[in-house]
């Protein structure tokens, strides 16, 4: 059974930047079928597609977030990774991370991290 | 303002039917693959459906979805108040090429 598990500090300061790891266990990072995705949710409010990358290193970012953002992934250790620079307030969510197939479609996510943006 | 629209909130008796819509446009819904969440108070999101009308294994066959144009229905029959829950479509958008989601419709079953 798949298992992902996001880590990474739960308190960021305002303009520093925000750094999410997310393990994979039980199945492989380098399957050809999946992209590797980051979603987030801030509090009371809906979800926000970030992005995406596949094993190769080939990503997809949210317009919006793309001066700030990248998403890497390391193989051998079977992770995949998020910073987002820069941050504020408006960053503060609930962060997850997802597995995602070739239509878009996330079937295996991790328990969600909250991470807030401190002034 | 999401690049999908839903409704914010849906009600229905127990053992009545639900449906949900999503709209979007051509560069997303019309043509690509819809999948739907479910997502339980603080809980991590949940695939109902996926590729517009399939259910992944262990999803009960009372969800089902559809999609004509621009449009992506979810519809849950005989509900139960465990039902209770935000509802997410999701698709991707061709012209962003970027990962899209709906607002979230809430599910009260009264």
């Known amino acids: 059974q798949l298992h992902l598990q996001e880590s990474g500090p739960g308190l960021v300061k305002s303009s520093e930047t925000l750094s999410l790891t997310c393990t994979v266990s039980?199945?492989?990072?380098?399957?050809?079928?999946?992209?590797w995705g980051w979603v987030r949710q801030p509090p009371g409010k809906g979800l926000e597609w970030i992005g995406c990358?596949?094993?190769?290193?080939?990503?997809h970012y949210n317009p919006s977030l793309k001066s700030r953002l990248t998403i890497s992934v390391d193989t051998s250790k079977k992770q995949f990774s998020l910073k987002l620079r820069s941050v504020t307030a408006a960053d503060t969510a609930v962060y997850y991370c997802?597995?995602?197939?070739?239509?878009?479609?996330?079937?295996?996510w991790g328990q969600g991290t909250l991470v807030t943006v401190s002034s | 303002q999401s690049v999908l629209t839903q409704p914010p909130s849906v009600s229905a008796a127990p053992g009545q039917k639900a449906t949900i819509s999503c709209s979007g446009s051509s560069s997303n819904i019309w043509s690509n693959y819809v999948s739907w969440y479910q997502q339980l108070p603080g809980t991590a999101p949940k695939l109902l459906i996926y590729?517009?009308?399939k259910r992944p294994s262990g999803i009960p066959d009372r969800f089902s979805g559809s999609k004509s144009g621009t449009s992506a229905t979810l519809g849950i029959t005989g509900l139960q108040t465990g039902d209770e829950a935000d509802y997410y479509c999701g698709t991707w958008d061709t012209s962003l090429s970027a990962g899209v989601f709906g607002g979230g419709t809430k599910l009260t079953v009264l």
């Open positions: 990358i596949y094993y190769t290193g080939s990503a």
């Open positions: 590729d517009n009308n």
């Open positions: 039980g199945g492989s990072i380098s399957d050809s079928s999946y992209y």
């Open positions: 997802a597995r995602e197939d070739s239509s878009a479609s996330r079937d295996y």
